[in-house]
C-alpha cells in the first residue's frame, strides 16, 4: 500500500517545549472530576451527570474502560484529580452519586 505522510517527531517537540520551559504547569491538575467507570450499565447514567457538570464549568472526564477501581483511584492519584465521582447501580437506582474527595478520603452521598 502506498502512503504519503509527514512527521516532526513527537519525542523532539516534547524535548524542545521542555527546554524552553513552554509546558504548562497546572496540566497535571487541569480536572476538576473523574467518573469511575463502573461498566456497560452505569455509563449512561454517568455521562448525563459528566454532561450537567461539564455545562457548569467543572473539568470532568470518566475513567475510558471498566478497569478495577484501584487502577482508576490510582489513575485519579497520578493525575492530581482532587474528586472521583462513583455513579454504580445503587447509586443509578436511587439517582444518586458518591463524591470522594481525594485529599482526605472522604465520601459523600448526593441525591
Known amino acids: 500500500m502506498s502512503g504519503v505522510g509527514i512527521s516532526f517527531g513527537a519525542d523532539r517537540i516534547?524535548?524542545?517545549?521542555?527546554?524552553?520551559?513552554?509546558?504548562?504547569?497546572?496540566?497535571?491538575?487541569s480536572l476538576?472530576?473523574?467518573?469511575?467507570?463502573?461498566?456497560?450499565?452505569?455509563?449512561?447514567?454517568?455521562?448525563?451527570?459528566?454532561?450537567?457538570v461539564r455545562a457548569v464549568g467543572i473539568n470532568a472526564e470518566m475513567y475510558p474502560d471498566a478497569a478495577k477501581m484501584k487502577k482508576q483511584f490510582s489513575y485519579a492519584d497520578a493525575r492530581k484529580i482532587p474528586f472521583v465521582v462513583m455513579a454504580g447501580s445503587e447509586e443509578r437506582a436511587a439517582s444518586s452519586l458518591m463524591l470522594k474527595d481525594m485529599k482526605t478520603g472522604d465520601q459523600q452521598k448526593w441525591i
Do not use: H, M, R
Request: a negative charge.
Open 32 to 52: 476538576d472530576l473523574l467518573f469511575i467507570n463502573f461498566g456497560e450499565d452505569e455509563i449512561p447514567y454517568s455521562l448525563q451527570l459528566l454532561n450537567k
Open 14 to 29: 516534547c524535548d524542545v517545549l521542555d527546554e524552553l520551559n513552554l509546558f504548562p504547569a497546572n496540566v497535571e491538575s
